[in-house]
Structure formats: structure tokens, C-alpha cells
């Protein structure tokens, strides 16, 4: 009572800190009338001064006030905008490090300008995050044109660049680009064999636009660089064909963790099939032998238990395309992971592509993190505070409207069952459509989406449906849904990036009405004249009519979901009506909510097509939310914990190797490996504290043939009197640096440095890899341990420093084994060496527990190749194969993803190798 008082009296918190900078607010306008008075080019030379004084001494801070101010008449003059006060508490948050929670319509987009162009002065580089490609380019153009007018370069990254555009792209002071390319570069630099080949600098500050989605949604899934492993097409579909034979008795589906298990009757079911089809080792599904067997069968049952079709994914021109579970998107070229994608493919009877095996990853979490500032900004990001500050460090502060709401949002609408919840949308749409009211609705799945356009059209009701089917015209339908009249269903309208304007956008009709015309000309300009009348006029009515209205099918397991379908309406002091309809057969409450209260209820009490609307149901669904919000915090929680232990070992693996770059040189590392592993495998055969007659000379004679590569007289020096381990290792370290000096010599000391960098990156790189793969497997096991009364995630950490240890003794043994059994031919000197084709990589951002995907791409851009000139080695290595002058011999003889033979840098397969 006492703090609801005090909040009455002074405010809470949030208003207070706003309240704070209201001083700033003001020094910020004192500069207005002096800026407004410069000419262009006055304007624009404020960024050198501004420069100028960072390098004498003064901190950003000291310039915000100016430079903000410079960035608001910068605004005006060329996109017409004026920055509001409101705007500029959002960028002090951003600059602040912290979350600027601004509702829809108050623009963000130019709000991400002051924080950008302050934080871009020191020229360390700027990175501005979207959550779609098309929003990275449209951003960079309409925002870069106050960026390149105060004399600030701006770079844009999408999918299919070549290094070297993506390279200058970074080099830019600003630089625009999804989350999953900013992280997907880093993984790829890091898989690089020389500096001049990475294309990012090191991190200084970043703004996230739709910050929840990207540091909440999308951090449950890793970023995964991988790449090809054997066919296994005909064991899924023999897999496939089993499990299809089976009934629901056979196994437990669990909706709540999207879980399938056999049941003991349905596992012996499948022993019998398998044994019938001699796909089972002996007698028992879960012998060792019958391991990937089980595997197989895990992710069948999956794919036909759990995953749906038009739900989870469609199929498209004979291919499982996943459909995005936040966005509703259809992910082209997106692949689920450990054979789940094979899997459904099986079960759609469509070709079956090779799995995949995991290069590098990172967690979003651990990724963001690397920055020294971010920044973020959404329209709902206030349920998520805690988060926010518990992983990432930063507050969420909450920006008043430039404008009031108007929208008015109103209870939610609850019914028996789905037929006549469906029923009652409808009549709610078709009256809302006679007075000219537009609507958007809001749905989960494409499933819903069609099954509710099947009763609207049933109805007479003229509408369009927005989802992964038709998402080639997502932008021109998102941009009509405030014309009088328009009734539009989306699926989840969370980021879409394309502001509903009632009355209709000039933009997207002038695209669809005369898509002919060019910008600038005099037809133009008529056409759009007449337009802008039309729209001015509808707007009115739209205005009249009460302004958008917002229809949810259902809510979300997140609130955040349901606020920035709500927030949708009522933009910028618009008037606007939401709500919500529910019913029983709503996934949320079927899975999540309290099932036995709302059944006895509503069955009880409900006649067929009768609605209850009461504020306590509605609470009760917000605690069904505010479950699941929990339990997805806690998945999160537990990826971050695991990809800790993970992201310690990384940074020591990714040092390593920019060091290694870096270096002129590596023998001192080489020769240290070499002692290491001469000492390791002399203590294995002379264990300390034995006696000469215990050791395993044969054993350590062996060993040192296979290892390094010489023929030590060992019984010689057996019969000497004091022979001891520290001798015995000595003299085997002088006879291996004897056999070394002798290959440097043979051929050179500059060449024999690049081969011993080039062989060290790639043995680190093959054993981080493997090191990676057995780290998924014991993850995936770890939880067992929870059975003998041991915590999984101590247990990880332990079991994961183990085998980091012992993958860096690994690293030192085949590093010396390389080196000492290397053998040179010799080669024409005008020939380069040809290098090893590198594989398509495939990047892909999967749940670890779910296996959803939202990103991924075939054409991830190469991980790196090895650069230096190397001589032939005694492996079977061709002479280069291209005739440099002659572009019609590279198709048959160039990698599609090696750097082109011109020389531009580029990949083959997007320069020469282009089709046609």
C-alpha cells in the first residue's frame, strides 16, 4: 500500500530516471538555433570538429548534447524528420547502454541515429542489428542518407556478399545487418588461415532493433557453422517406414516439451519390425551395437509425432521448408539438425539431403556479450527486465509517448470450443468491416490462418492472408491493412518492419497502381498528388470508424507477442480498438493452463456460442503466461550455462589462433609441443619411480618412429650405467631437433616457417571441431547424471576441462607427427600451390531442445583457406589445374566455393562461375 502511495505521489523509478534527463533535453535544444543557421556544409563539418575533440581529450558524453543536436537539424534537412524530445531520451538510453522501451509508430528507427552517430566519432565502428535482411537494407539507405550527409561511411551485410565486400562493409564507420550475419561472420573469421582474410574488427558498440527478439526469442537457439557428413538417405526411409506402422499406444507425446518416448509395448513393437527388416543387432533396441539405429528411430517419431505440417514447416517445390516460430516466415535453405530435417524429409517422402557435422558455434548470449556497449530498443521489452539485466547487464527503460494512446484494449472474449470461437471472429470481422473499420488479425500458425480464411470466406467476407505461403507480398499487404475496409490475417506480426498506416501507404500503391513510373517524373508526381488525396480522404473515414482494430485468434505463450500484435493499433495518438478471443481448445490453455478450473466453468456454465468476458479469467490467462515466459527463461538459462563452459574453451582456442596469424613466426611453439609430447610419451614408457627392468622399451621405441619420426638407439642406451628418463628424453629431443634442422635446411627457413603455421591452424581447427562434436554428445547423456545425485552442469564442466585437456595434448602429439614425418617433392617454382577446396558450409540457428530453426544459409561464405605458398608434401597433391589466361577450363577444375582464379576476390560460383 505504503509503495503504491509513493509511487502515486513521486513517481516510480522509470519516470524519475526520464524525468532526470529533462536538462540534457534542454542543453540539446539550446543548440538548435545556431545549428539551424549553418549552411549544409557547416553542418556537415561538425562530425571532423567533433573528431577533433575526442583526439584532444573530450569524452562522448561531453559531446552529446551537440552532436545530438547536429543529428536533428541533419534529420530535417534531409528526411523531413524532426527528432521529438521523447526521441531523444531514447537516445540517450541507447547511448547509455541500456533498453529504450518506445511503443509502435514512435520511431525508432531514426531514434538508433543519435546513439549511432555519437558512438561512430571515434571511428571504431558502429554495428546496427536487425532481425531481417530487408530491414538491414532499407534502414542503411534511408538512415545512411544522415549518416553520409554529416560525412560518415555506411555499410549494409546480407547474405551471398564475397569477403571483400563484406570486409568493406565493416571498414565502414556505421554498419547495418542482421544478428545472425554479425555472428556467423565472427564464427567464420575465426575459421580463417590469415588475418588479411577475417573481415571484422574488433567489437566497440552495437544498437539491436527489436532487442527482445534478438537477445530473447532467438538466444534459446546457437548459431551453427557445419558441414557435410555421408549419406544415411536409405536408413531414414527404412527408419520412416517403421515408425509409421505404429499406434498413438505405442508411445507418450508430450505437447509441453515437444517430447516423444516409446512405451514398453511400443518398443517391443519396434524390436520385431527392425528385426523382421535385419536393421537390429541381436535382440535388444538399446544394445551399444544398435546405437544409431536408435537415433534414427528417436528422430522419426519426432518428425511424425511432433512436428506438423503447415505448422512447423510446409513443403514447396518437392523441399521441408521450417517455418520461423516467432515471425511466421517461411525459412528458405533453413535445415533442422542431428538428422530431425532428414527425418521429415523422409516422412514427406521428398530427397533426402546428407547431415551435417558442427564446425563452430555460439550462443547469442555469449556473442552480444562480447561488446563492450550495446544498446537496445523494442516496443516490449518491460516483462523481460529482469532477464535483460540478469544476462546481459542492461536496464529497460520505459519512453513516455511523443502522443497519448488512444487505443482502448479490451477484455478478452472466451468460448466453449475453436467452431464457435471461429464463428464469432468472423461475425466480429464482417460487422467491423460494414462501418468501414479496418481489422488486422493476429493468429499463431498457418493452420489457423487458413482455417479462419476458410469461415471468412465462407461469410462473404473479402480479405488477405499474410503468412509463409504468400510472403512475397508480406510488405505491400502489412502496408495496405489500415485502408478502409481491409481486413488482413497475419501469422504472429512480431517484427514485420513495415508501419500500418491508416487511410494507406503512398509508397505501396503507387508500386501497385503504376509500377511504371519512375520517382521524380511529372507523371509521378501527378499520380502521387491524386493518391495522397485519396489517402488524406480514407484516412478520415478510417479516423471515423474508430481506427484499426486488432483481433488475436488466441494469446501467445508470450505476453511480449500479444503487446506487439496490440501495439499494432493506436500508433502515434491514432484512435484503436484490440482484443482477444480464446476458447478451450486454445494451445496455451490446453497445454499450459489450469485446465480443470476452466473446464468445469466454462462446460458447465457456457451455452453453445455464448461468451464470457471477465477481467479475473484474463489474470488467469496472464499466469499462464507469465508460467511458460518462466520456463522459456529457464531454457535460456540453462543454454547460456552450458555454452559457458563451451565460450571459456573457444576464447582460448580463438587467441590461439590469432596469435598464431599473427606471428612471424611459430617455432617456439612448435618446439614446445615437440618437447611436451617427447616428455609424455617417455613418462607413458618410463613411468617415474620404476625401475629400468619396468619400462616398456619396445613400446617407446615404437613410439617415437610413429611420433617423431626416428630410429633412437634405445638398447644402446640401456647398457649404459646411469640411464634415467630425463637422459632418455634429452637425447631423443637432440635427435628430433637434429632431423628438424635438417628439413629446414632442404628447404628453407622462410618456407618451412609458413608450413609449420599452416599445419598448426589446421590441426587445432580438425581437433576443435571433433572437440566440439563430443561435447554435443556428452550434453546431450549429461542429465543422467542427475540419477546418482550429481548436478548435470557441474558435471559438464568437469567432464568438458577434461576433454579440453586432453584435446590440447592431442593438438601438440599430431603437430609433431606432421612436422616430423612431412616429406617434400619437388614442384615447378611459376606454379602456386592448389589448395584444398573448401565444403559449402551450412549455417543454421537451431533450439537445442525443440530443434527450430530461424536461420540458416547454404551460402554462408567460405571459412577461410590457407594462404601461404606451400611446396608439395609427400600426401598426393595436384599441380594447379587452371589455365589463368583461359576462364572456360575453371568450371570443370574450380571448387564453387574457391576464391575465383581472376583474382576479385570473390567466390567462383559468384563471379566466373556463375550460371549462364
Known amino acids: 500500500m505504503f509503495a503504491g502511495i509513493a509511487k502515486a505521489i513521486f513517481g516510480s523509478s522509470n519516470d524519475r530516471y526520464v524525468k532526470s534527463m529533462q536538462p540534457l533535453i534542454g542543453r540539446i535544444a539550446g543548440f538548435e538555433p545556431t545549428l539551424a543557421a549553418m549552411s549544409d556544409e557547416e553542418l556537415a563539418a561538425q562530425t571532423a570538429r567533433f573528431r577533433e575533440r575526442l583526439a584532444a581529450g573530450d569524452t562522448l558524453d561531453s559531446l552529446l548534447p551537440e552532436a545530438f543536436a547536429t543529428v536533428r537539424e541533419a534529420a530535417k534537412r534531409v528526411l523531413g524528420q524532426r527528432h521529438y524530445d521523447v526521441q531523444m531520451v531514447g537516445g540517450i538510453v541507447l547511448h547509455r547502454g541500456e533498453i529504450a522501451e518506445m511503443r509502435t509508430g514512435e520511431g525508432k528507427t531514426l531514434v538508433a541515429t543519435l546513439a549511432t552517430y555519437l558512438n561512430a566519432l571515434p571511428g571504431n565502428g558502429v554495428h546496427v542489428v536487425t532481425v531481417n535482411d530487408y530491414l538491414a537494407s532499407r534502414d542503411a539507405e534511408w538512415m545512411g542518407r544522415v549518416y553520409r550527409f554529416l560525412g560518415l561511411a555506411v555499410g549494409v551485410i546480407v547474405p551471398n556478399l564475397s569477403d571483400q565486400e563484406r570486409r568493406d562493409a565493416y571498414a565502414s564507420d556505421i554498419t547495418y545487418g542482421t544478428n545472425n550475419e554479425f555472428g556467423f561472420d565472427y564464427l567464420r573469421d575465426n575459421m580463417k588461415y590469415d588475418r588479411a582474410m577475417m573481415v571484422q574488427r574488433p567489437f566497440a558498440y552495437a544498437v539491436v532493433d527489436e532487442v527482445d527478439s534478438v537477445l530473447i526469442d532467438e538466444a534459446r537457439t546457437p548459431l551453427i557453422i557445419s558441414g557435410p557428413t555421408e549419406d544415411k538417405s536409405e536408413l531414414y526411409l527404412r527408419v520412416d517406414t517403421i515408425v509409421k506402422q505404429i499406434d498413438p499406444a505405442d508411445y507418450e507425446h508430450d505437447e509441453k516439451q515437444r517430447s516423444v518416448i516409446l512405451t514398453e509395448d511400443g ?21 551399444f551395437e544398435n546405437t544409431q539405429v536408435v537415433h534414427h528411430l528417436n528422430q522419426a517419431l519426432r518428425a511424425n509425432v511432433v512436428f ?5 514447416y510446409i513443403v514447396k517445390d518437392g523441399k521441408v521448408i521450417i517455418i520461423d516460430e516467432f515471425t511466421g516466415r517461411m525459412m528458405d535453405g533453413r535445415r533442422w539438425s542431428d538428422g530431425l530435417h532428414q527425418a521429415v524429409e523422409a516422412k514427406e517422402g521428398v530427397n533426402i539431403e546428407p547431415e551435417n557435422q558442427t564446425l563452430a558455434s555460439i550462443t547469442f548470449q555469449n556473442f552480444f556479450r562480447m561488446y563492450p556497449k550495446l544498446g537496445g530498443m523494442t516496443g516490449t521489452a518491460a516483462t523481460e527486465a529482469n532477464e535483460f539485466y540478469q544476462i546481459y547487464k542492461m536496464n529497460v527503460v520505459t519512453i513516455p509517448t511523443n502522443v497519448p494512446v488512444r487505443r482502448i484494449d479490451e477484455d478478452d472474449e472466451f468460448y466453449k470450443n475453436l467452431g464457435d470461437k471461429f464463428a464469432a471472429i468472423t461475425k466480429g470481422i464482417r460487422s467491423k468491416q460494414e462501418t468501414g473499420q479496418p481489422v488486422l488479425v493476429g493468429t499463431v500458425s498457418i493452420e489457423k490462418s487458413e482455417l479462419l480464411s476458410e469461415f471468412l470466406t465462407k461469410e462473404g467476407v473479402t480479405h488477405n492472408v499474410l503468412n509463409a505461403r504468400y510472403h512475397e507480398q508480406e510488405a505491400l499487404i502489412v502496408a495496405q491493412a489500415g485502408r478502409l475496409r481491409a481486413v488482413t490475417i497475419a501469422t504472429n506480426m512480431a517484427g514485420r518492419g513495415t508501419d500500418i498506416q491508416l487511410g494507406g ?3 505501396y500503391r503507387m508500386l501497385a497502381e503504376h509500377p511504371g513510373l519512375e520517382s521524380g517524373t511529372m507523371e509521378y508526381e501527378a499520380a502521387a498528388e491524386r493518391i495522397r488525396g485519396e489517402i488524406a480522404l480514407e484516412k478520415e473515414a478510417v479516423l471515423a470508424a474508430g481506427g484499426l482494430f486488432v483481433l488475436g485468434t488466441e494469446r501467445h505463450e508470450s505476453r511480449r507477442i500479444d503487446n506487439q500484435l496490440r501495439g499494432r493499433s493506436g500508433r502515434q495518438g491514432d484512435p484503436g480498438l484490440s482484443r482477444f ?3 478451450l481448445d486454445d494451445d496455451l490453455l490446453r497445454i499450459f493452463g489450469p485446465q480443470t478450473m476452466f473446464a468445469r466453468m466454462m462446460n458447465k456454465n457456457l451455452e453453445d456460442g455464448e461468451a464470457i468476458v471477465s477481467p479475473w479469467i484474463s489474470k488467469a490467462i496472464e499466469t499462464a503466461q507469465k ?14 550455462e552450458y555454452d559457458d563452459v563451451m565460450n571459456d574453451q573457444r576464447k582460448v582456442v580463438y587467441e590461439q589462433r590469432s596469435d598464431i596469424m599473427d606471428s612471424e613466426t611459430v617455432d ?8 611436451e609430447t617427447i616428455n609424455a610419451v617417455v613418462g607413458l614408457a618410463c613411468p617415474p619411480g620404476s625401475y629400468p627392468e619396468q619400462w616398456d622399451m619396445e613400446t617407446l621405441k615404437t613410439a617415437l618412429a610413429d611420433i617423431v619420426s626416428i630410429d633412437a638407439p634405445i638398447e644402446a642406451w640401456m647398457q649404459e650405467e646411469r640411464v634415467d628418463p630425463e637422459l632418455i628424453t634429452t637425447r631423443v629431443t637432440e635427435l628430433s631437433e637434429a632431423a628438424m634442422a635438417a628439413k629446414v635446411a632442404e628447404i628453407g627457413p622462410e618456407m618451412w616457417r609458413d608450413i609449420e603455421k599452416s599445419i598448426l591452424l589446421q590441426t587445432l581447427d580438425h581437433h576443435w571441431k571433433e572437440h566440439l562434436s563430443t561435447l554435443d554428445a556428452l550434453r546431450q547423456v549429461i542429465h543422467l547424471r542427475s540419477y546418482a545425485q550429481k548436478t548435470p552442469i557441474n558435471e559438464y564442466k568437469q567432464e568438458g576441462f577434461a576433454l579440453f585437456e586432453r584435446m590440447l595434448s592431442d593438438i601438440r602429439e599430431d603437430v609433431t607427427r606432421s612436422l616430423s614425418q612431412i616429406r617434400f617433392q619437388t614442384a615447378p617454382s611459376d606454379l602456386p600451390t592448389q589448395l584444398p577446396p573448401m565444403p559449402d558450409f551450412i549455417t543454421t540457428h537451431i533450439d537445442p531442445l525443440t530443434g527450430l530453426d530461424d536461420s540458416a544459409d547454404r551460402d554462408g561464405g567460405t571459412a577461410g583457406f590457407v594462404t ?5 608434401l609427400s600426401i598426393a597433391q595436384p599441380d594447379f589445374p587452371v589455365d589463368l589466361g583461359d576462364p572456360s577450363t575453371w568450371e570443370a577444375k574450380v571448387s564453387r566455393n574457391a576464391p575465383c582464379p581472376c583474382g576479385s576476390g570473390r567466390k567462383y560460383k559468384h563471379c566466373h562461375g556463375q550460371a549462364g
Open 668 to 675: 617456439d611453439v612448435v618446439a614446445d609441443m615437440r618437447a
Open 627 to 640: 508460467k511458460v515466459e518462466a520456463r522459456n527463461y529457464d531454457i535460456r538459462k540453462q543454454v547460456v
Open 581 to 583: 478471443y480464446l476458447s
Open 868 to 872: 601461404t605458398r606451400l611446396p608439395p
Open 308 to 312: 506438423k505440417r503447415d505448422t512447423d
Open 267 to 287: 518398443t517391443e513393437r519396434i524390436e520385431r519390425a527392425l528385426e523382421a527388416a535385419g536393421m537390429l543387432e541381436g535382440d535388444n533396441l538399446y544394445d
Open 505 to 507: 501507404n503512398l509508397e
